[in-house]
Structures are given as structure tokens and as C-alpha cells.
């Protein structure tokens, strides 16, 4: 699932990013990523819907995980206004020996404007330890291309959220520490944490949805400052489901337009908080 951290040209907000950059070091030496993901409870495709801001249904919209020949894990999501701009986000992933985990190999994510032109395209290798970030070059009609090579043990997870935050849903956990690629004008890697702020319990006092907030961890120094201008991050998920994700909610692409993407029927009204 593709992240897009900014929603508009809001000059705070393009400071904060700014100084987080120059916090975060780029003495990077490669390994392979720590992440250790569940192994999905189910495959398959699941139809949802893309809403505006203000809960109007602007386009349709999927997630699909599928397990390839070789024992990979495929994840797949597409949102987006019908005929207009949209987002494609992919994820395969590796079975770690011995577990029920997974470790993410490579992910990518490309975005097209209303006229379906290119706007960029994320790429994250795990096996060879680098991002890249690529966008139309001034003339329009090339692209340019910036690497940036990931740290030791590398958190990146820009695609498979619904995965990453499954032990907050389950309770095992009470934050996770991640890391994203941000392709805004340079590339970047922030970090972040993810954390349940929302339980609503069934009649038998069960889970029936659960809310995880993320956004980046800029330390204290910087805590009420992100929470000013960096656009509300979540996910909703449905702890008794088989395939728990539900819905999330940002920005379609980079300094693109607020959305919820739902899967299909699931009201818009019950992700209110």
C-alpha cells in the first residue's frame, strides 16, 4: 500500500521534513531487512472503493495477496479516481526458514496524474540495499533518478502496512518501529511508529475494529509540530475476519488529495473517530 506523507505545498510542513533529513544518518552500510511480517491467513482479491475527503466515492479500488510458484508472497493494491489519477503499490515477499514470517524483498509504488502521466516511481531492493526515487525530468519527457541506499538491517516498509501492524491488532505489541522511503523532492528515510489508538468491542466483548495511527517519530522535540502538519496516517482493521484489512486512509500519491480506500461493504460512517 502506497504511502504519501504530504497532502500540500504547507511550507511547515515541507521544514519538518527537512530538518528530520538532517537528522537522519546516510552512513549506511547494507544488510538484509529486519523486518519479520505474518504469513498472510488468506489469499485472494479483495474489491474496495476509493473516497474523497469527504466520504464521496471518487473510484474503485483493490488489495490482492497471492502466493507465486516458487513460495513468494505477491502483494497488490491499486486506488484512485475512475479515468483520473491513481496509484499502483506492489510487494513481494520471501518465507523466512523455519517461521511463519516473511521478509519483504522488494517493493515499488508509481503514481499518474488525471491524464494518466507518470508523477514517479518508489523502488525499494532489499537485495541490493538501495531506494530509488524517479520523476519526470524538466522537459517532460525523460525521467530523472536519485538512489539512496538503505541502512544496516533496514525497517522499510512502504507497501505492506496491512501486515506490518498485525501484531498492534492482535495486542502482542504496543508500537512498531518502521522506517519509509519518501520521494518528496530528495530522497529521504524517516522514521515511524505505528500504535492502536481505537478498540470497539462486540457484545461479547471481542475486537470488532480496530484503529492503528502512524506517522513519523521526529522524537519529542519535534512530536507536537507532526502532529500539526502531517495529515492523518491510518488503518482500520476487523480482528475476527481472515483477512482482517478493512480500510486506511492517505494521501493518493505526494502532495496528492486525502482518500479512503474501503473494501467493499464497509461503511465509510463506522471509520469515524
Known amino acids: 500500500m502506497n504511502l504519501g506523507l504530504t497532502s500540500g505545498g504547507n511550507r511547515a510542513r515541507n521544514l519538518l521534513l ?21 504469513y498472510p491467513t488468506s489469499f485472494g482479491k479483495i474489491q474496495a472503493a476509493t473516497f474523497d475527503a469527504g466520504r464521496q ?49 522488494y517493493q515499488q509504488s508509481s503514481s499518474f496524474d488525471a491524464d494518466n502521466r507518470p508523477l514517479g516511481t518508489m523502488r525499494i531492493d532489499h537485495t541490493t ?16 533518478t536519485q538512489r539512496l541506499p538503505l541502512p544496516t538491517h533496514d525497517r522499510v516498509a512502504n507497501v505492506p502496512l496491512n501486515l506490518l501492524f498485525e ?18 523532492y530528495d530522497a529521504k528515510l524517516i522514521d515511524f511508529q505505528a500504535k ?17 495511527r502512524y506517522g513519523p517519530d521526529f522524537g ?10 502531517v495529515p492523518r496516517l491510518s488503518f482500520w482493521f476487523d480482528p475476527a475476519s481472515s483477512s482482517p484489512w478493512i480500510a486506511h486512509r492517505m ?10 480506500v474501503v473494501r467493499q461493504g464497509i461503511e465509510t460512517n463506522t471509520l469515524i473517530d
Open 18 to 38: 527537512t530538518v528530520a533529513a538532517l537528522l537522519i544518518s546516510t552512513e549506511f552500510a547494507w544488510a538484509d531487512s529486519e523486518l519479520m511480517l505474518p
Open 57 to 105: 466515492r471518487v473510484g474503485d479500488a483493490n488489495l490482492e495477496i497471492e502466493k507465486l510458484e516458487d513460495g513468494t508472497v505477491r502483494i497488490f493494491a491499486e486506488s484512485g479516481v475512475d479515468g483520473g489519477a491513481h496509484t499502483i503499490a506492489t510487494a513481494t515477499l520471501t518465507p523466512i526458514v523455519d517461521t511463519n514470517l516473511l521478509r519483504p524483498v
Open 129 to 144: 540495499g538501495q531506494a530509488t526515487c524517479s520523476h519526470p525530468d524538466s522537459s517532460g519527457e525523460g525521467m530523472r
Open 167 to 184: 501484531p498492534l491488532v492482535k495486542g502482542d505489541v504496543s508500537k512498531v518501529d518502521f522506517q519509509i522511503v519518501l520521494c518528496r
Open 196 to 212: 492502536v489508538v481505537r478498540r470497539d468491542a462486540t457484545t461479547d466483548g471481542g475486537d470488532h475494529l480496530v484503529e492503528v
Open 220 to 229: 519529542s522535540v519535534f512530536s507536537l509540530l507532526a502532529k500539526a502538519v
Open 251 to 260: 494521501p493518493l500519491y505526494t502532495d496528492g488529495p486525502e482518500v479512503f
